[in-house]
């Protein structure tokens, strides 16, 4: 018998359909407000996944998801929520998360082998190795051999050096973990993990802010198939994306990322991708910081919730220009 799920039309396509056919090379950036938007949805889906709800503490009798696989072809954009608690927010297409085929009911140091193997659930880490987008996993989601990080995507001079750097910062520890754990051993922080999710958003947000569909595929125009951020320390490879926008086909007209949008956004996006995953932001944290940033929004909106939307080419802006297209920015420091 076959299993369909029927959901909603989503007449706005994907957020990389926006990124890509809406602002790639269009000279116009997204506002600020709408990521923030985004922003929201994906850490409020993914605290839901991780704690069963959208607040801190695991509820009763939930067990820790964690969605390898959040990226932006997988956020749909649907119709505007009248419903939707961030009034100022009800007139943007609403962002959902769809595709919840790589999401698993998981956690760091997670030993099912106890079970038989039909029955049993994957050993975490390691099994959850390679499972994600090539371009959109994080470092304790990629593969260490050769060449299934090359059929990644990972440039091939960077392939070993990514793969010794792995070994080294993320090292695995076999389980049964030793309880006490060992004064003499590093921690294990190679598995999948709330901090996983975090690190997904971030790339997700840092693909809207930089304009770029996907953290990968020649994101330079000079590199066909390699990718934003490779871990390896050679040259050419990165821990973190640019602070730089290509909203412009031509690399002189590429901007920085502030003063284009509030260091408030950008660098909290940044807090998201950090190597080490315990030196991320936590995903309770960043849920507190992310409805921060969305409230101050709603004070600039005071008043003007439902203003027309504005004339122009801007898909998704509906306020006069007071989060113009890269100059003035909201709430920068």
Not at 137 to 152: D, I, Y
Request: overall charge negative.
């Amino acid at each position: 018998m076959t299993k369909r799920i029927m959901t909603d039309w989503v007449p706005h396509d994907t957020l990389w359909s926006l990124i890509e056919n809406g602002y790639r090379h269009s000279g116009h950036l997204i506002p600020e407000p709408f990521i923030w938007y985004c922003f929201k949805v994906l850490t409020e889906v993914s605290l839901v996944c991780w704690n069963g709800h959208a607040g801190r503490g695991l509820r009763p009798g939930w067990e820790h998801m964690v969605n390898t696989d959040l990226k932006p072809t997988n956020i749909w954009l649907d119709r505007p929520d009248p419903e939707e608690p961030l009034v100022w927010a009800r007139r943007y297409p609403k962002p959902k998360v769809g595709d919840f085929g790589m999401a698993w009911t998981t956690h760091h140091g997670l030993d099912d082998r106890k079970n038989a193997r039909g029955y049993r659930r994957r050993v975490n880490p390691p099994d959850f190795q390679r499972y994600g987008t090539p371009s959109h996993m994080a470092p304790e989601s990629l593969s260490r051999v050769v060449w299934k990080l090359q059929n990644n995507g990972h440039h091939p001079a960077r392939v070993r050096p990514t793969i010794a750097r792995l070994n080294a910062d993320l090292p695995h520890t076999p389980l049964p973990w030793p309880n006490p754990w060992p004064a003499n051993v590093p921690p294990d922080n190679s598995g999948i993990h709330s901090w996983t999710m975090v690190w997904e958003i971030g790339m997700t947000i840092w693909c809207m802010l930089a304009t770029w569909g996907e953290s990968g595929s020649n994101y330079d125009l000079t590199q066909p198939n390699d990718i934003v951020v490779d871990y390896s320390q050679a040259p050419g490879g990165a821990d973190l994306p640019p602070r730089e926008n290509f909203h412009h086909q031509d690399p002189r007209f590429h901007l920085p990322l502030r003063p284009a949008y509030s260091g408030r956004l950008v660098e909290l996006v940044y807090q998201c991708m950090t190597f080490s995953p315990p030196d991320r932001i936590q995903l309770e944290d960043l849920w507190d910081e992310v409805m921060d940033g969305c409230n101050d929004i709603g004070h600039q909106y005071a008043g003007r919730e439902n203003d027309p939307a504005p004339s122009g080419p801007n898909a998704v802006s509906f306020v006069p220009d007071k989060y113009p297209l890269g100059e003035n920015v909201l709430n920068d420091f």
